[in-house]
């Protein structure tokens, strides 16, 4: 085998009281990437479509990825990559942790699967880094695992496939304002109550209970986020009213999708996800800003291999 | 029936990285206690053994909690209580939260059981209102529903029983030192650091998967406490060192049984707990304290009832 094109989806980080360690896969949108196996040693990312990003290996999230594979290998050839953008980069879906992954599982893939998909995860991780200056792992981990995930630590990750209920949907709406992780991350209080903290920790051991027991309802109750909302919403416009009509259309919740602008709404059942989701577009309509929608089951899948030659 | 005689167990709160949200019912310790049915209107504390603690009834955890029942019932008649404590007053153990649950419990079964016992909780928490100013529900939920417990948030509290892994054991030692309430919450920060509460969370849902799947290693994994123990661990003599004795005898981790003094260790299997409550006693016989140990199976049954007529 030479050759494989694939198709690495969008995720959706944090997922309200799970900041930083938990992330489900979706799976409407994500990047097509070719893959092949060349003499010429190192990565060649020579083509790029649907996006204005680095061709350059070392500048591109794709591209350090998969030398980091490639050198824990020790491997002496290469692999050119080519990458149809599917994600907008700053869309708060997991745009880099796609590309990363991708490049990281189609060049196993093509190395005969020397790693499993959790071994991965600290390769793809290296395509962060890159992106967003810190190697975290809750978006790479949904997309080579599938589902939702759980990190226990940042540096030397411990992820945890976690189960996804079978009616578990998400609506997402991408507002497309330009949002820049280091402000999202400034407004990010270093110090928090340690009341509010013991909230956000009841509430995500109940969300890990609800997706175990797939109780929607508590699923639903357990999906606050005290914490980081408060403060990240403010960048967000029509943040509120965005959440008023996911809920008012039956979504078990919702929330920052990442370090957003996306915002994400779980649901229970296909058609309480679409109402939720034209429910979003209509309360977005509002604002002069243009936005995407996806509707989408919780993609337990992760990567799909579309062909290979 | 006219009168029940129950077994209301030991808890351990807390839980290393659940704090104030996580608790698990023991075995082979609690408080037996008689309930009787009389024509006496209210609640009267007839007898206490074991303990020196108040008669009153306005005074006494149980009294107070099994008040609440009647009060919401509309009961005319009235209950005496006899209680034959096992548990010290101040270890750490939920002392007061056996006494407050079994009153409520009996109190219930004598009635028909008008509440199921997740019901109860309320009721109980108002024993554990008089006795720490705080009515939680972490120690009287895992009493009154057995097993693992988790409490979603404190007012109105979302209670969820978690699942018991089979081969789960606890190694638990009392040092009997004096160690007051207000003296535990005093050292508590108000304030945390951000990036701990992340570790914390990912260690509590990590913790949480772990009781859902039975993974024992997971559980180990996640039983670390980056918030409270820290400081609190100072206010118990010997505390590292009784750490570093389950650790060694092979317990999956450890930490400190609510409020303390008392500590806890989880083990896999009854011979590790017994090698981690032998290990332990030994590490604090270097100090000039008594002790109690206890080695116990997680509780799933919660409170028992020895006899009625």
Wanted: glycine share 10%; net charge neutral; proline share 5%.
């Amino acid at each position: 085998m030479q050759e494989v094109r694939l198709f690495s989806p969008a995720s959706v980080a944090n997922v309200s009281c799970g900041f930083d360690v938990l992330g489900f896969c979706l799976e409407p949108i994500g990047d097509e990437m070719v893959i092949r196996k060349v003499s010429k040693p190192g990565i060649h990312i020579t083509k790029i479509e649907g996006q204005n990003l680095p061709l350059e290996t070392k500048k591109n999230v794709a591209g350090v990825a998969g030398l980091a594979l490639l050198e824990a290998q020790n491997y002496s050839g290469g692999f050119e990559i080519e990458i149809y953008k599917g994600i907008k980069a700053g869309s708060g879906i997991g745009s880099s942790a796609a590309s990363s992954a991708g490049a990281v599982f189609g060049i196993n893939h093509l190395l005969g699967s020397p790693y499993s998909a959790k071994e991965l995860i600290p390769f793809a991780m290296k395509g962060e880094e890159l992106a967003s200056g810190a190697a975290h792992a809750d978006n790479v981990s949904p997309v080579l695992l599938g589902g939702f995930t759980l990190v226990r630590c940042g540096k030397k990750p411990d992820v945890i496939a976690l189960p996804s209920p079978s009616e578990l949907y998400a609506a997402v709406i991408h507002p497309k304002i330009e949002l820049k992780t280091s402000d999202s991350r400034s407004v990010l209080k270093q110090k928090i109550l340690l009341e509010k903290a013991i909230q956000q920790w009841g509430n995500l051991a109940a969300l890990v209970s609800g997706l175990y027991t797939e109780d929607y309802d508590l699923i639903g109750r357990a999906l606050i986020d005290v914490i980081v909302e408060p403060s990240r919403s403010a960048l967000i416009p029509g943040f509120n009213a965005l959440k008023k009509a996911a809920n008012e259309a039956g979504a078990l919740g919702s929330g920052i999708s990442g370090s957003g602008p996306s915002v994400f709404a779980l649901c229970k059942g296909k058609d309480i996800a679409e109402k939720a989701t034209h429910a979003m577009a209509k309360a977005l309509g509002e604002y002069a800003i243009e936005f995407d929608t996806y509707c989408s089951k919780i993609n337990t899948q992760g990567i799909k291999i579309l062909s290979e030659k």
